[in-house]
Structures are given as structure tokens and as C-alpha cells.
């Protein structure tokens, strides 16, 4: 290994008897990121949690933790801890009692237990709540003891497996903040497992998208959302229309021919697509824009498309407005158009209207 990462996946197989839960995966996970594994439930991602901790063994492959190779190593053997979605609190134990028992166990001098226990309480601002019984505290509240227990052991690399799951839908977007700047203060590597892609992309420096086992891409939040690597990152990853096309050219620019025969120009084509070949062009909703029959220039831009539709529905949702248009050959689009002015003049049902974008924020990917 010509360099040390926080962690490394080598290959990494998981198989239960004929199943495959993580088919040859390999990651490279800097030190001091906050790097998650998101995707669909079964997708692979807490078994992957779960080998790194020690609490599974890989049937394949090798995983190393700041170059030591981990093998058979037990968890508490392991420069790792986890944190749970059901936090596994003691209930009978004070907070600051919760945060000490993994000290204790490892029979650290009391001074030294109060000290760091101190110190945990004021990493998570609950310094106040030292005497307190877990039933006592909030969701959220409970989620930061569970934090401070973990982070008190000062671990190498700190696993999390939907730690926010439990919490309500204000709480946990408050939360995802709150554990972001407690990541970057304390600066360990925070390894995340979520299906929640708006949570990923809050949250993480790198993000790993797995379905099936297999890691379909890593990138950073921009990447994977604006440059999705095929068809299930695209679609896993907020709203996404697919636009059946057949591709025309792919050098010296990749031309694609809708149903209705219109043809545009795309910025990018997933590899092993050829000249002929069925696709669909990849478009986010609020990269697309809606015109008025008569608003289309005389001398349109080669690289902006220009196709016609029909409004076929329409959606408020306070910030904007889904407007859902069926294309020529019949296809459907959502076109989201933000509501920037009280009064205007809203698209009505069965009108005309022309959709348009920029080449560059279309994406050509396999069926």
C-alpha cells in the first residue's frame, strides 16, 4: 500500500449463503471525512458498516484501518466505534454515567473518566444534563448522549448507522447540521450509513451509491447530483426525467433524436453507449425552463434544446410550482419553475408551451 488511508476496502465480498449482501467492493476513506454510504434498503451499505466494525467478517477482500490490516480483529479490538439509530443507552444509568462506562470498563482512573466526561458533555452542549436519566432527555438530546459516548473513547474512525432515523423530520434536519460541525471540530473520520439522499448530500464530503451490493459511484455532493454516473445514481438521487432517445452522433458532439424526431444536442453520454443505440437523456427538473410558443429565437443556441409540449398538470408546493408537460411523442417531464412573484401569471392546463434547457445539464445513460 503506497498510502495510508482512515480506511480502506480491498475487493470486500459479504456473502450470506447463496446471497450476495456486498459483491467486491472497494473504497478508499480519507482521515477527517465525512464520508456515507447511501442507497435503498438491502442495497449493501450497514452490512459494509458492519465488516469495518468487526460486528460482521467479510467472506472475501480485506479492510484495513489506518494501514493495519483488520482481519478477524473483534470489535473492541477495533480503533472503531458505532453509533446506533437506537442509541442503546442505559436507562438506568445517569448521562454522564452512560458516557463513562466504556472508560470504566477499560479501567481508566476516575480523574481521568470525569475529565473526558466533561469534556464529551461540552463537544455536544449538554453539560447541564450530566445527572439526568435518558428517559428524561429528548430524541435529539439522547442522539448527542449517544454521540459523546462514542466520541469520548477518542476512536480512529467513527461509524454511524442512521443514528438520526428515530428523529422528526425538524428535529433531524437540525440535527444534521449539528453533527456535520461536531465532525469538522473534533476532525475524526465519521463513516455514515443512510438511505436519505437530501441527509448525504447535507452532510458528506464524499458519498458512496450502492444498489445490489455494488458501489455505482463515489463522488462529492455535486458530483453525484450534477454529474450522475447512470441511470440508478440519477434516479436515486433527487428527481430526475428520463427522455427516451435514440443517439445520432456521439462525436464530434453527441446528438440524440427524441420520438417525436426533434433533435438536441447533450453534454455528456455514459461510456459503452454507441451511434444508434436506445437511451434515455437524463434532465433534473429545475434545470429546465418553460416558453411561450412565440418566445423561441428566430436563431435558437446550438447548445439549448427547444421542444414542444402541452401542460398537462400542475402542482404548488410554496417554493415553486411542478408543472408536468407531455412531450410530442407522449413522454412526460416535471418542469419545476420557482414561484418568484406574487401575482404572476400562471401556465394553465392544456396550454402550449415550449421546454428548453442547456445542453451541458443533459446526460445521455444506458435504458
Not at 433534473?284 to 418553460?290: A, F, L, V
Request: charged share 25%.
Amino acid at each position: 500500500m503506497t498510502k495510508t488511508y482512515a480506511v480502506e476496502l480491498q475487493d470486500v465480498v459479504k456473502q450470506f449463503g447463496d446471497v450476495v449482501a456486498v459483491n467486491h467492493v472497494s473504497l478508499q476513506i480519507q482521515d477527517g471525512e465525512f464520508f456515507s454510504l447511501l442507497g435503498p434498503s438491502g442495497c449493501g451499505k450497514t452490512t459494509t458498516l458492519r465488516m469495518i466494525a468487526g460486528f460482521e467478517m467479510p467472506t472475501g477482500g480485506a479492510i484495513y484501518i489506518h494501514g493495519e490490516r483488520q482481519g478477524y480483529r473483534p470489535p473492541n479490538k477495533r480503533p472503531v466505534n458505532t453509533v446506533f439509530q437506537n442509541y442503546a443507552l442505559f436507562p438506568h444509568m445517569t448521562v454522564a454515567e452512560n458516557i463513562a462506562f466504556g472508560m470504566e470498563m477499560q479501567k481508566i482512573p476516575k480523574d481521568e473518566i470525569n475529565r473526558r466526561v466533561s469534556e464529551a458533555l461540552d463537544m455536544v452542549r449538554l453539560s447541564n444534563m450530566a445527572s439526568r436519566k435518558p428517559k428524561q432527555l429528548s430524541g435529539g438530546q439522547q442522539q448527542r448522549i449517544a454521540l459523546a459516548r462514542a466520541l469520548v473513547n477518542r476512536p480512529k474512525v467513527l461509524l454511524l448507522d442512521e443514528p438520526l432515523g428515530a428523529l422528526d423530520l425538524k428535529l433531524r434536519k437540525a440535527m444534521q447540521i449539528e453533527l456535520k460541525a461536531l465532525q469538522e471540530e473534533v476532525g475524526i473520520t465519521f463513516i455514515y450509513v443512510t438511505h436519505d439522499q437530501e441527509e448525504a448530500l447535507t452532510m458528506s464530503d464524499r458519498i458512496a451509491v450502492m444498489n445490489n451490493g455494488i458501489v455505482h459511484q463515489v463522488g462529492d455532493p455535486e458530483t453525484i447530483y450534477e454529474h450522475p454516473a447512470d441511470r440508478f445514481v440519477a434516479d436515486f438521487i433527487g428527481e430526475t426525467n428520463f427522455i427516451p432517445v435514440k443517439i445520432i452522433s456521439l462525436a464530434p458532439e453527441i446528438v440524440v433524436a427524441l420520438g417525436s424526431g426533434e433533435q438536441v444536442v447533450a453534454g455528456w453520454a455514459e461510456e459503452g453507449l454507441a451511434v444508434g443505440d436506445r437511451a434515455v437523456l437524463s434532465i433534473r427538473p429545475e434545470k429546465m425552463d418553460m416558453l411561450e410558443l412565440n418566445e423561441v429565437p428566430k436563431t435558437p443556441a446550438h447548445n439549448t434544446a427547444y421542444v414542444k409540449g402541452k401542460v398537462t398538470h400542475l402542482v404548488y408546493v410554496g417554493t415553486d410550482t411542478r408543472h408536468t408537460v407531455t412531450l410530442g411523442d407522449g413522454t412526460e417531464v416535471v418542469v419545476r419553475l420557482q414561484n418568484m412573484y406574487i401575482g404572476e401569471e400562471p401556465w394553465e392546463l392544456g396550454e402550449a408551451t415550449i421546454v428548453t434547457w442547456n445542453a451541458a445539464h443533459a446526460r445521455v445513460l444506458k435504458e
